[in-house]
């Protein structure tokens, strides 16, 4: 069985744009996962905004190895459960990509804990994509850059922690640069965000931008046992401690009680 | 003028615990805060949890430098809006330093996008805080390692990212170690967690737990004005691109029109 | 074909010590490669410092995926041209593993850029491993800890950069503690840094110590090709520069002159 | 009394070059070293390679604070000797700014461990510089972005370790990006790589520059006291041991033996 990949898309701009749908007819989250599910070792699936729980189930996501993201225009429309679920699935090891826009999604701002804002232009211009760090899995089969004809520009400062690795710098023609590639870890989970997608250009018929969304899934992808209870604070007392100690002093809590929170 | 702090205390356990009474009498916060006041170059007032808007209006947010958090038994009592307005200020500059087991206040889960869990004991058992940075701001003063007698212990795996450094490492008298000084920028704010402090011991008294909170302010505290919107994403239209560019292709936008979120 | 992997032994104190040589009668770099060569999808072979080039010639490296160093007593005796050509390996994608006092090897304090220094006693005593990165790759199969019943200590501040990632915290029974599992990233090369490992103790024969080397090797290794020239830095004279551009302003260089260095 | 800066200075072009010694006819460092001196707070004197040992005696790293460097033509003619000891009060605590092509020099290669490299073209192109980290000290005074109309392009890939934070991100009319501020610490040194500064250029006559290099100062300036045998690993036998041990196993080392390096 190959890596089980879901793609969320919002699916509100292909719905309602006439170029959107155009160049997504089934909808970015098909055109994403059909790229992927053309290469080997990777089962890609979708959901979308419009589904009950937008279809991420507790049940989903304990069958989804890598979830991808893809939002814009709804990021209010998805429900705080949701994303709850999902950035506990995050803590317990699931890997996660974010695209583009998804920026502002609901669950890449509560896992960096930051602003995730930037600067943006819709104009149609040149974008050139710059490896950073030499032989990085997630650019693995790129030279050291890559052109997209038409992007939407989003520039720096980019409201996002510094990251474990910076794996593409982004040049923009209007003069902006932007830090497009960028990988953390939250939890036991590994997360990417990955700059391009603008719904109004074929960006993910690209396929330097389709063979770094696999890389990101190969290198997200971790095998590892999900963590049940990733957030779980266990009280090791002293009869459990790892070296012999004897209680002393005041304290707070009786034995076996609960931490506080 | 001096660097101005603001220290939040709970102001729980002093109330209820004749411990932690006996210990603070005017309340940990107020201990904190006499301690900096003491010093050169440091403003501390307190707020507590049961002021009206826990007193971090919008006004005492903007004449803090640095907000100094100690929070255990209520976290789930300190209103939403007030951690959105905690957040935003440390995203526009704010110095803030957590303390202890604030490792679970809602702000703190917030800026770092993480479980923030650990393993604990209560036993007074003794810790010995190793500097694992030469020479870092935060460790000024302190040699190569300091102790406290009776402290709670904090457990690794600490859920929380990667830091920008690690600055202590604990080594517990049963047997744990814990990353117990780190360092984070979110937005423009400097973060800096501290994990010494339970509430039944007299840690806050520690001139060596008194000198590293004074560096935390002093690192923390950025001269810089205050971003006004630090989640703002300004559309950079053509005709105010830094370089000339045609705008080009379909678009979502009209120009002038507001991002979407 | 396997990740294979070339283990680099000092074997000096395997030849002068009884106690060493009674725990590693093949020699320690032995004991190594047997454990990765016991496993599935590495093939391990050894050299030696008093070979020529301590057989590292540039063959040898060409074929190695990862290499693993252990010396302590004769790190001045490796030939300077050696630890040029495996630093220029690590720079073009080779994977590189260093463990316990290969903290002072030429090539690991030429990676670091940095004093690599520590303190350290050799009293036999307890070391407990905790992990601080969970579900990391190198933690696989091991689980929140482990201990090593005897190991030579070695404590805080240790001298190296701040690593990508902090996998393993060290706790000794004489109070002191060490980030004992760290990652990097030189040029287009993995490096992992492991603690344990003094030669008068059986550390190499232990299952958990096994697996984390066995890990850190498939974490090391880069299926890329080896970069030819990690040091290269070509002229994009304006005929080749991405954007056509017109030359402007004063030159110190003619065109198709070689860089300065 | 101010920080004490010390600029080092290649002074080959100025010497041989009319463009450049039009430019700086004191020399590039003293252009420097003089913008520094017109501000309040750092004293900055200036050495050259052509002085005995370049003017970087032991006495005089011990009397600087910050040491600025800037080479091209002339890296391999700096002593080994110097660079040695350059890198010592670096681990020491001396803060350190590496200038443009002082990203080949020996002290920055060896501080970083990495090749250093990246690409390059003289072509008097359009550079603009970008703040990626907001509010960073060194940016103060700079707003999100600064042209300089005409420098040389460097390129990524980069050839540097992953930084603390990145700053600045560059840029250029050619079509390439790089990462142009850059912030690490070695030993108890803080170092700071900033781009800009190609010979025949004025950029060291530009204010957002002196402004930056200003701010690096400041940054790199650390006021704790130099360590003075930064690459000491002292043996901390069980007499001394912060926890009462007692000594097993067999040993290596006789009691007060100094360790192996």
Redesign the interface.
């Known amino acids: 069985m190959g890596i089980r990949v879901t793609v969320y898309g919002e699916n509100v ?1 292909e719905k309602k ?1 006439r ?2 749908a155009d160049l997504y007819p089934e909808g970015m989250h098909a055109a994403i996962a059909g790229a992927l599910n053309r290469g080997e070792g990777i089962e890609a699936t979708t959901v979308t905004l419009q589904e009950p729980e937008h279809g991420l189930t507790a049940e989903k996501l304990a069958q989804t190895d890598v979830l991808i993201w893809w939002g ?2 709804a ?2 429309d998805v429900q705080d459960a949701v994303v709850d679920r999902v ?1 506990d699935a995050v ?1 317990g ?1 699931m890997g996660m990509i974010f695209l583009h ?1 998804a920026h ?1 999604s609901k669950p890449f701002k ?16 040149r974008e ?1 994509l ?6 990085h ?1 997630i650019a ?1 089969g790129i030279g ?2 890559f ?1 997209l004809e ?1 992007e939407e ?1 989003y ?5 996002v ?2 990251p ?3 794996v593409f ?9 932007f ?1 497009s590639g960028l990988t ?5 989970g590994n997360v990417f965000y990955f700059r391009p997608g ?4 074929p960006t993910y018929h690209d396929a330097n931008v389709q063979r770094v969304i696999r890389n990101g899934v190969n290198w997200a992808y ?3 046992a999900r ?1 049940a209870d ?9 009869d459990i ?3 012999k ?9 009786q034995d076996g009680e609960e ?3």
């Open positions: 701009h744009n170029t959107v814009h225009a990021h209010g950035c803590w090891g826009s502002f509560r896992l960096m804990g930051s602003p995730c804002n930037l600067t943006w232009r819709e104009a149609g211009e050139r710059w490896v950073t760090s030499r032989n899995p693995a050291d850059s052109e038409n520009m520039g720096e400062p980019f409201g922690p510094e474990l690795e910076t710098v982004s040049w923009f023609q209007g003069g902006e640069v830090r953390y870890k939250r939890g036991a603008h719904e109004t250009y971790n095998p590892a963590i990733p957030s779980a604070a266990p009280n090791i007392t002293v401690a790892p070296e100690i004897v209680e002393r002093g005041p304290k707070l809590h931490g506080l929170r």
